[in-house]
T-cell receptor
Framework: DAKTTQPNSMESNEEEPVHLPCNHS???????IHWYRQLPSQGPEYVIHGLTSNVNNRMASLAIAEDRKSSTLILHRATLRDAAVYYCILRPQGAQKLVFGQGTRLTINP | ETGVTQTPRHLVMGMTNKKSLKCEQHLGHNAMYWYKQSAKKPLELMFV???????ENNSVPSRFSPECPNSSHLFLHLHTLQPEDSALYLC????????????FGPGTRLLVL
C-alpha cells in the first residue's frame, strides 16, 4: 500500500482557514486520495476524495498537486467542531480497504 | 448519526470471559468491516464481509471470531482475550461495490483485565 506522510499535529484559530498537508510521493496512477477525520470519541467520517482535479464539497476542499505527489485539505473557516484527527489515505481504484496512518491532530483555538 | 450503531459502547471483560460485540447498519449496504484502534497505533482493518461472505481476514488471531448473519448485522465474538486486546473496536459499512465511502459506527471501547 502506498504511504502517506502528514504532520503529527497542527493548530489554528476559529474562523480562520486551515491547510492540512499530505505527502504521497509513491502514489500510483490509479490511487485515489481520500480524507477522513475522527472527532473525539467517534468513529472516522468521510471528508472528501479526489484523483487528479481539485474537489470541493460542503465540508472542505481538496487541492491536488499537478504531479499528484502531494495534496492539501482545506477547511475554509474552521470551527471548534473541526478539532479532530485528519487522515490522508491512498486508495487504489476498486479497492475496499482503507489503510490508516497516524493522521494529523488538528486543534482549533477559540 | 451515521446509520451504523454499535453495542455495547463500553465493555470490561476478564481474560476467561466470552463476549460479543454487535454492529448494525441501517443504510442498505452490502459490505461490513471490523477495525481495531489501539492506543498510539493507527486503525487496523481486521475483517471484511461482502454480501455476508468473509472476503478478508487481516491475520487476526482466532480468539476474535466474526459472524455476519445478514447484510445488516455484524458480530465480533471474543474469547480468552489478552490485556493487549484492549482497544476501540470500530464497525463500518459501505455499499459494497469496491472503492467507495465507508460509514463508521461510534465504536466499542473494550478493556480486558
Amino acid at each position: 500500500d502506498a504511504k502517506t506522510t502528514q504532520p503529527n499535529s497542527m493548530e489554528s484559530n476559529e474562523e480562520e482557514p486551515v491547510h492540512l498537508p499530505c505527502n504521497h510521493s509513491t502514489i500510483s496512477g490509479t490511487d485515489y486520495i481520500h480524507w477522513y477525520r475522527q472527532l473525539p470519541s467517534q468513529g472516522p467520517e468521510y471528508v472528501i476524495h479526489g484523483l487528479t482535479s481539485n474537489v470541493n464539497n460542503r465540508m472542505a476542499s481538496l487541492a491536488i498537486a499537478e504531479d499528484r505527489k502531494s495534496s492539501t485539505l482545506i477547511l475554509h473557516r474552521a470551527t471548534l467542531r473541526d478539532a479532530a484527527v485528519y487522515y490522508c489515505i491512498l486508495r487504489p481504484q476498486g479497492a475496499q480497504k482503507l489503510v490508516f496512518g497516524q493522521g494529523t491532530r488538528l486543534t482549533i483555538n477559540p | 448519526e451515521t446509520g451504523v450503531t454499535q453495542t455495547p459502547r463500553h465493555l470490561v471483560m476478564g481474560m476467561t470471559n466470552k463476549k460479543s460485540l454487535k454492529c448494525e447498519q441501517h443504510l442498505g449496504h452490502n459490505a461490513m468491516y471490523w477495525y481495531k484502534q489501539s492506543a498510539k497505533k493507527p486503525l487496523e482493518l481486521m475483517f471484511v464481509y461482502n454480501f455476508k461472505e468473509q472476503t478478508e481476514n487481516n491475520s487476526v488471531p482466532s480468539r476474535f471470531s466474526p459472524e455476519c448473519p445478514n447484510s445488516s448485522h455484524l458480530f465480533l465474538h471474543l474469547h480468552t482475550l489478552q490485556p493487549e486486546d484492549s482497544a476501540l473496536y470500530l464497525c463500518a459499512s459501505s455499499p459494497g461495490q469496491g472503492e467507495e465511502t465507508q460509514y463508521f459506527g461510534p465504536g466499542t471501547r473494550l478493556l480486558v483485565l
